[in-house]
């Protein structure tokens, strides 16, 4: 039984709270020519994601990013049987970037059997990062200047927690900058507190990413899109963040995780989880796929990247996803899967009813509440879970979106294609 969001959430979300999107041209003429293939199509052949360990007390809690890394290309390789000569670019999400980390990621990939001539770069945008490497990685397959690349979301946010940043005083007084500071809990309040989501409906929403999660783990799906890795002799191929058996009544006994702002309606419970995590997928183009026998699972779309005022963060899907469809020509309909971020119960369950996408179209094996959210990870998680799914349903189109740190929003399309 879903939740009944309540008439409190208001139905129209204010003009003054996003900067105006620019107006963006439809690429594509609908579902028909969207499925249509053609040679320099950008493909994904591989995608798979590690388990995801529990920040601070998991699996992962003593694991750099680069080992996990490592351990990740070199399980990739002997999945794959890929000859490593044959990549000719590699982008990580990591947020936040530490500058001097490509160093170790540049030795974590010639540790792993990929010879030092591949390049390698990292992209940082935050809670997208994931997605964001998805998206240089087809551009650069878009543009001729490459023919294969990995694009790796990777995350320890046990050992490399969100900086505090130094500002200067100009800065600092500039309400939207200083915003942009502002821890994400504070960002959940405020969205909560303006858009009358009340702390019942979020643990409602909570809730159904608990227990659709905890079926998938008990059902083993998500041996669908996890690939063993091993890291000090053991393999680790099982999430350890899911907590089977939550209850409504046990989501409503948590205290707030932040009474100082106001209301204090978000949780342990009705937020995401701290995690450590990272994943990857291989693309290409048709063209190659075909020539070299490899296996197509999906077809990279577009992506669509928005602003919107930093306090009010977490509603940005709500403009990310009508702009990605609209690149996309597509209508809400005709999507197959929804791969929301849940970063808050709060942002969540009102991008929902602002958007009208039914909950039965929105992360069916739970989201970012239940499984944690590894934050470059997750935009690599969401494709990967998504395409899986698909697979596994025989649909089509899969969007996949995510709110941003500091006032952002990010959407993607993709097509399945391991369909029977």
């Given at each position: 039984?879903?939740?009944?969001?309540?008439?409190?959430?208001?139905?129209?979300?204010?003009?003054?709270l996003?900067?105006?999107?620019?107006?963006?041209?439809?690429?594509?003429?609908?579902?028909?020519?969207?499925?249509?293939?053609?040679?320099?199509?950008?493909?994904?052949?591989?995608?798979?994601r590690?388990?995801?360990?529990?920040?601070?007390?998991?699996?992962?809690?003593d694991?750099?990013?680069?080992?996990?890394?490592?351990?990740?290309?070199?399980?990739?390789?002997?999945?794959?049987?890929?000859?490593?000569?044959?990549?000719?670019?590699?982008?990580?999400?990591?947020?936040?970037?530490?500058?001097?980390?490509?160093?170790?990621?540049?030795?974590?990939?010639?540790?792993?059997?990929?010879?030092?001539?591949?390049?390698?770069?990292?992209?940082?945008?935050?809670?997208?990062?994931?997605?964001?490497?998805?998206?240089?990685?087809?551009?650069?397959?878009?543009?001729?200047?490459?023919?294969?690349?990995?694009?790796?979301?990777a995350?320890?946010?046990?050992?490399?927690?969100?900086?505090?940043?130094?500002?200067?005083?100009?800065?600092?007084?500039?309400?939207?900058?200083?915003d942009?500071?502002?821890?994400?809990?504070?960002?959940?309040?405020?969205v909560?507190?303006?858009?009358?989501?009340?702390?019942?409906?979020?643990?409602?929403?909570?809730?159904?990413?608990?227990?659709?999660?905890?079926?998938?783990?008990?059902?083993?799906?998500?041996?669908?899109?996890?690939?063993?890795?091993?890291?000090k002799?053991?393999?680790?191929?099982?999430?350890?963040?899911?907590?089977?058996?939550?209850?409504?009544?046990?989501?409503?006994?948590?205290?707030?995780?932040f009474?100082?702002?106001?209301?204090?309606?978000?949780?342990?419970?009705n937020?995401?989880?701290?995690?450590?995590?990272?994943?990857?997928?291989?693309?290409?183009?048709?063209?190659?796929?075909?020539?070299?026998?490899?296996?197509?699972?999906?077809?990279?779309?577009?992506t669509?990247?928005?602003?919107?005022?930093?306090?009010?963060?977490?509603?940005?899907?709500?403009y990310?996803?009508?702009?990605?469809?609209?690149?996309?020509?597509?209508?809400?309909?005709?999507?197959?899967?929804?791969?929301?971020?849940?970063?808050?119960?709060?942002?969540f369950?009102?991008?929902?009813?602002?958007?009208?996408?039914?909950?039965?179209k929105?992360n069916?094996?739970?989201?970012?509440?239940?499984?944690?959210?590894?934050?470059?990870?997750?935009?690599?998680?969401?494709?990967?879970?998504?395409?899986?799914?698909?697979?596994?349903?025989?649909?089509?189109?899969?969007?996949?979106?995510?709110?941003?740190?500091?006032?952002?929003?990010?959407?993607?399309?993709?097509?399945?294609?391991?369909?029977?």
């Amino acid at each position: 039984m879903l939740p009944a969001l309540p008439s409190t959430l208001r139905r129209a979300v204010y003009p003054a709270l996003t900067r105006a999107a620019t107006t963006t041209t439809t690429r594509y003429r609908g579902l028909p020519d969207l499925l249509e293939k053609k040679p320099d199509d950008v493909v994904i052949t591989f995608a798979k994601r590690t388990a995801v360990g529990k920040a601070k007390k998991g699996q992962l809690k003593d694991t750099p990013v680069d080992e996990l890394l490592h351990a990740l290309f070199k399980a990739t390789l002997e999945k794959t049987g890929l000859d490593p000569n044959k990549i000719d670019d590699i982008c990580v999400g990591k947020s936040p970037v530490v500058f001097f980390i490509i160093n170790a990621y540049k030795r974590k990939p010639i540790a792993s059997g990929i010879p030092y001539t591949v390049p390698i770069s990292t992209v940082n945008r935050l809670c997208s990062s994931g997605l964001m490497a998805i998206r240089n990685i087809a551009h650069s397959i878009k543009s001729g200047e490459a023919s294969l690349g990995l694009a790796v979301g990777a995350e320890s946010m046990s050992l490399n927690p969100r900086p505090t940043p130094e500002v200067v005083e100009a800065v600092a007084q500039h309400p939207h900058a200083n915003d942009c500071l502002q821890p994400m809990g504070w960002t959940s309040e405020m969205v909560a507190q303006t858009y009358k989501v009340p702390r019942t409906v979020q643990d409602d929403f909570a809730y159904i990413s608990h227990t659709r999660a905890a079926k998938a783990l008990a059902d083993g799906v998500f041996a669908d899109e996890i690939i063993p890795v091993e890291l000090k002799g053991t393999i680790l191929s099982v999430d350890d963040t899911i907590r089977p058996g939550v209850t409504r009544e046990g989501l409503a006994a948590l205290k707030p995780a932040f009474p100082q702002w106001g209301e204090g309606s978000t949780t342990a419970g009705n937020a995401s989880g701290v995690g450590d995590g990272a994943g990857l997928c291989i693309m290409t183009t048709r063209a190659r796929a075909e020539e070299e026998g490899m296996e197509v699972l999906g077809k990279y779309v577009t992506t669509a990247v928005v602003g919107v005022e930093p306090r009010y963060m977490g509603i940005s899907p709500i403009y990310a996803i009508p702009k990605v469809l609209e690149q996309s020509g597509l209508t809400k309909e005709d999507v197959d899967l929804y791969e929301i971020n849940e970063a808050f119960a709060s942002q969540f369950a009102y991008c929902v009813e602002q958007l009208g996408i039914s909950m039965d179209k929105i992360n069916p094996n739970g989201g970012a509440i239940a499984i944690s959210h590894p934050l470059a990870m997750t935009g690599i998680r969401q494709v990967v879970t998504g395409l899986a799914e698909l697979k596994r349903k025989n649909g089509q189109i899969l969007c996949t979106s995510m709110c941003v740190g500091s006032g952002m929003g990010a959407a993607g399309i993709f097509v399945n294609e391991a369909r029977h």
